[in-house]
Nanobody, 125 residues
Framework: QVPLVESGGGLVQAGGSLRLSCATS????????MGWFRQALGKEREFVAA????????YNPDSVKGRFTISRDNAKNTLYLQMNSLKPEDTAVYSC??????????????????WGQGTQVTVSS
């Protein structure tokens, strides 16, 4: 089991910002496509964004719409998700995931091998 440790969640008012972080091992980070997913209470897990080792990215346009930015710091083995203009509907548990099998920024959760425990993001209206 490869540890992925998220941090940065919390309670924020609508319109506010949060930055999520996900730290993992050097080997995993250097070989994986990294992604963010979220799951709201009572709903299916939803793809948010992914970034390849080379830095190419993919977003879920329905949920992100230019408000979120995914990035990675290869020197720190850390993945980030900058979330701006947050809305109550962004409330969910956000999880990072690692896809070590391909270099495709997949939106399919089944392509991701390792998962973090998740961090709660709550946006109040």
């Amino acid at each position: 089991q490869v540890p992925l440790v998220e941090s940065g969640g919390g309670l924020v008012q609508a319109g506010g910002s949060l930055r999520l972080s996900c730290a993992t091992s050097t080997y995993t980070f250097n070989t994986a496509v990294m992604g963010w997913f979220r799951q709201a209470l009572g709903k299916e897990r939803e793809f948010v964004a992914a970034i390849s080792r080379a830095g190419s990215w993919r977003y879920n346009p329905d949920s992100v719409k230019g408000r979120f930015t995914i990035s990675r710091d290869n020197a720190k083995n850390t993945l980030y998700l900058q979330m701006n203009s947050l809305k109550p509907e962004d409330t969910a548990v956000y999880s990072c995931a690692a896809n070590v099998n391909t270099d495709i920024t997949s939106a399919n959760e089944n392509d991701y091998t390792y998962w973090g425990q998740g961090t709660q993001v709550t946006v109040s209206s």
